[in-house]
Structure formats: C-alpha cells, structure tokens
C-alpha cells in the first residue's frame, strides 16, 4: 500500500495508508457520526469541497452499489477512516470502496486514529486540510494553508443540473418487502401524480427525489441561477429548494430570484434551502464551529413538543435574532439550541435545515413532505 498523510491547516498532522486514488486534494475537513450510509455520504453533493472523516472505525463492509447512491459520482474530495474492509460482503455490491475510488480518482486513507482527529477538529473546529501521497508534512501542511476556505465558497454552480429536466427515477419504489402489504418483491407501486412542482437544484439528493415522488409529485429540476420568472412561466402547484454544497450567505444572486418567488407560490427548503430562505426574509447565516453531520441529531419540534432523531449535515447555520416578527422557528435542535425549521406565518413557506430523506439515516421527520401536500393544497 502507498503511504498517505493528512495535514490540517493548524500543523497537526496523520499518517496512513491510501486506498483508491493517489495524488494530493485539499478541502475543508468535517466528520460524520453515522454508522453505517458511507456510500450515500460520499456521492452527496452537500460534501462538494469537504475531506469527510467518518467516526465509525470499519468503512467498505458492504461494497457499493448503484441503486444506493444520491448522485451520478461521488463529490468528496477525500476520505478518512480508521480501517478499510476490502472484502465486501453483501448480495447487494457491485465493487469495494477502494475500487469504487480509484474509478472516480477520490483519494482514501486509512489507519488513521479518527477519534483523535474528531476530538481535535471539535476542540479547535473545522478548517483546512490536504490529504496526499506526494508532498513532505511541511508541504501539505503549507498547502492546506493556501487552500481557499469554505466561507464565501459557491460550490452550487459546480453541482446543479445545467439544463432543466422531469426526474423520471424509479417507475416503481425498491423496499423491503413486508407481510403487512403482501408484497412477493422488493419493489411496490408508486402513487399517481397529484401535483407538479419546480425543483431548484443546488445539489439535490436522490433520496429527496424519491420522497417527493413518493408523496405524489411530478420534479422538474432547474439551475440554480434559473430566473424566478422562468420558474413561475412553468404554472407549478408548488417550489421545491434543495440542499446544496458552500456557504448560502455568497449566493446572493440567488436570494434575489427565490425572493420572487415567495408569496406566489407554496415554497418548502431543506437544508441549504432552508438557509437560503433565511436570507430571503432579511436574515443571516453563520459557521458553525465544526458543523452537524450525522444521522443522530435530536431536533424539537417547538408546535407539538415531539422530538425526532435526524439526519443532518451541513456547515451553516441561521441566527433566529435576524428572522423578521412573521417568521416563525418552529424546530430546535436539542444538542445546541440551533434552528432547525422555520415556517412564515404571512406566506405559503416553510424549512427544515435537517434531512427528512435522510439517506443514511432515521425516517422519524419523513412527514415534512406531507406537509408540503397539505400547504400545496390549502394554497388553492
């Protein structure tokens, strides 16, 4: 195996070994708390930019397959863990992870003491680094220095679909069959269509297309800089905002269209979506010292008192003292008091900055695409 070491910005350094790849990468590196979901963790294209750490020690244990993946290729720029299990076992896989990565040249390193990484990156917070099987410690350690940070970072232009499209997806739902439903396959029928909406694709999740889906709606994907009038030329029944890669407060050509858009036409965000929306109402964003990104997130719905466990990733968070009188924080995340939805009491809008689709994840918020049915339909 070909040594690998992890620089971060502050001089700490790690050896390894790689896997996958060779060669140097830079990004912002973060950690990831979930156990197992590292193949949806890696093609998700909210990690544009980012060298993710997961903390669970054995990653690979059961290969990569197509049908799991959130996007057509994997957007980490590299990947740290413990240790790589190179013999995959699942009737599922098609390949490991390491050939998964030498595939889309992503540069793996393993053996490496993540919990000291995550205590150190929670201690000191997120920052800069450079993983490589090239460069001295002295020269990634300098190079992890020069690298561009994530604040003011548009990372969405490299992500979002260039021409506007219907998602097709599955013609039918791949479960896990179930004596309730008598179902003989792995598949069940979809829901007919009941409304049409527009989707603004910041780098949005298949798991996300599937829940629209499920929940009876035709997606039509849009650029991310498509014009408002554009969007409502289309006469959609409601407006979807994905979640996304980078920081939301540089994207400021796209608060001006999405503000358009608002009061015209039922609008739900999810994560940068979310954070988008906040900067529509005259609100602000802020890092977070180290970000939330897991699948273990204990979120507070502030209407009705429960409390789910979420599915979270993101670096950014809004400041409720920015929020207009009419925007409404309806949910919390209990570990820090963050918010985590919101919802205008003058206009047809709601947020949530978690992930309801999880993938990887618990279904506990799943009913927030509901909810986007019923907004829909009370709108009419």
Known sequence: MTNAILALEDGRTFSGRAFGHTGTTSGEICFNTSMTGYQEIITDPSYRGQIVTMTYPLQGNYGVNPEDAESGAPHVRGFVIGELCEVPSSWRSHQSLAEYFEEHKIIGIEDIDTRALTKHLRSQGAMRAVLTTELTEEEAIQAAKDAPPMAGSDFVKEVSTKEPYVWEGESRLWTIPSVTTNQETNYIELPPVKYRIVAYDFGIKRNILRSLRQSGFEVELVNARTPAEEVLAKD?????????????????????????????????????????????????????????????????????????????????????????????????????????????????????????????????????????????????
Do not use: W
């Open 236 to 380: 959609p029944d409601g407006v979807f905002l994905s979640n996304g890669p980078g920081d939301p407060a540089a994207l400021t050509d796209i608060h001006e269209e999405v503000k358009k858009i608002i009061g015209k036409k039922p609008v739900f965000g999810i994560c940068l979506g979310h954070q988008i929306l906040t900067h529509c109402y005259g609100g602000t964003t802020y890092k977070l010292k180290f970000g939330h990104r897991g699948g273990n997130h204990p979120v507070k719905d502030l209407r009705t008192g429960q409390v789910a466990i979420t599915a979270q990733n993101h670096g950014f968070a809004t400041d409720d003292q920015s929020l207009p009188d009419y925007v409404e924080v309806t949910h919390l995340n209990l570990n820090d008091n963050t918010v985590e939805g919101m919802r205008s009491t003058k206009d047809p809008v709601f947020s949530v900055q978690h992930h309801p689709e999880a993938a990887p994840g618990p279904n506990d918020d799943k009913g927030f695409f509901d909810e986007f049915v019923a907004l829909i339909e009370s709108a009419k």
